[in-house]
Structure formats: structure tokens, C-alpha cells
């Protein structure tokens, strides 16, 4: 029986990169079977070396991915010493790179895979967001990096959503004189949460640009200068008895209001 033709996979990472490419290039000739041999996380010479031994003695080639230019040439070097093929798999793609963006890499293993976590950690937290938007659970309050509290159109949701795309898990819950707040609220640390100051005149502004929009009269008492007022009256007592950090968000973009609450949220953790 003939045996297989082998390929040896060998990353300073999990391979899998170079094993995709491998396998790709395998399917264009159709019923042969090629043996791939993965050998991932390689940080020695030692087993550089182990791997060109058994490419030679199986008469395989060894395709890469060495990240770090001295594994790169050390295997480059010795490979062609012992008269083993290989192909460099993200080599030459690095170099085009470099003349491209005139920048030097970072030349880490692994990166790519950070990546697609840093993503899903995004993902989630948008998820989270749109999930306890609006006081709708108030488990979210507790499982929450940060807790927004504010009354009505104080830019709750769109904050929570813009911090979620810096990867915050936010929950966001309203207050309303008729409504008791969460008990959640006072059962977490202060400062997970934060406060959303706004003028009265500012926000019947808003209100009533809203009604506006959903073609209803501006007269309604959601917009009445009195009502809002007694709202936020309410809001400020809730906010002192949890003794959160409160910030006004009158004349503040959203992006601006966001990004001192990261800032925030950062320096806390130190």
C-alpha cells in the first residue's frame, strides 16, 4: 500500500492558519489523501530541529507559520540544510505588509485568536445591553460592569449601546416617581453606577421634539416643564441615596458622556 504524502504544520501558535491553507491547497487534487501533521506552540529550536528530522526521514515538507523572526530563519535556515521543502506561510505576507503600512509588526503568536475573543467579548456585551435595556431584568443590574440610571430620554440606551462596542456589559434602568427603583440598585457598589443629570429646560426640549416625531401633541404631560421637573427631583434623591457618581449630560454628546465613563470605569479597575 503507497503511503500518504505528510506535511508537517508547525506554528508558534495553535496552527490552525496554516493547517486551513494547507487543506485548501490539498482539495485541488481530488481523491489523493495528504497526511497533515500539526505541531503547534513551537518556542524552542530544540523542536525545530526534532520536526526537520522527521520531515526528512518521512520525505514530507514543512509549511509554517513562525511569527517571530529568529524561529522563522532558525527553521528557514536548518530545513534547507537538511535538504527538507518548506513554505512560509505568513512570511511573505508580513513583508508585503511592512512595505505597505511602512510599520514594523508586533511580531506576537497567537494575535489573530485574541482577536476573534476581543469580538465575541464585543458581541456579548452588545447582547447584554439590548437585553437589560431599560430596567427590563434586574438581574442585569448585578451582572453589570456599569448601571446607567436616569429618567426618560437621557440617552440611557444609546449610551449603554456605545459602551457595549468597548466591550462593557451596561444595564440601564429608568426612574419614575411611580415606580419604586430595583432593589438591585442599592445592593451593588456606588460606583458601578452612574447618575444621568439633565436640565429641565433641555430635556422638554427633547421631549417635545420627540412627541413631535411620534406625531403626537407637545402638549402631553411626558413634555410639561412641571412634570419634568418633578422628575428629576425624584431621580436626584434616588441618585444621592445610592451615592453614585452623577453626571450632567445637558450639553454632552453621547460619545463624550460615553468616554468619561470609560474613563471611569479604567481608572477604577486600578
Known sequence: MEERPIVYVVSDSV???AELVVKAAASQFGEQEIEIRRIPYVEDE???DEV???AKEMNAFIAFTLVIPEKNYYLRKKAEEAGVETVDIIGPMLNKMIRLTGLEPKYEPGLVYRLDEDYFRKVEAIEFA???DDGR???GITRADIVLIGVSRTSKTPLSQYLAHKRLKVANVP??????PPEELYRIPPEKCIGLRISPEKLNEIRT?????????AEANYAKLERIKEELAYSEKIMKDIGCTVIDVSNK??????????????KGLK
Do not use: C, W
Not at 426612574?175 to 419604586?180: K, S, Y
Open 46 to 48: 530544540h523542536t525545530i
Open 130 to 132: 439590548v437585553k437589560y
Open 15 to 17: 496552527g490552525e492558519t
Open 209 to 217: 421634539e420627540r412627541l413631535k416625531s411620534l406625531g403626537l401633541k
Open 137 to 139: 431584568d434586574p438581574r
Open 253 to 266: 454628546a453621547v460619545e463624550e458622556t460615553a468616554n468619561l465613563i470609560f474613563n471611569m470605569f479604567q
Open 175 to 180: 426612574l419614575v416617581p411611580e415606580v419604586d
Open 52 to 54: 526537520i528530522n522527521l
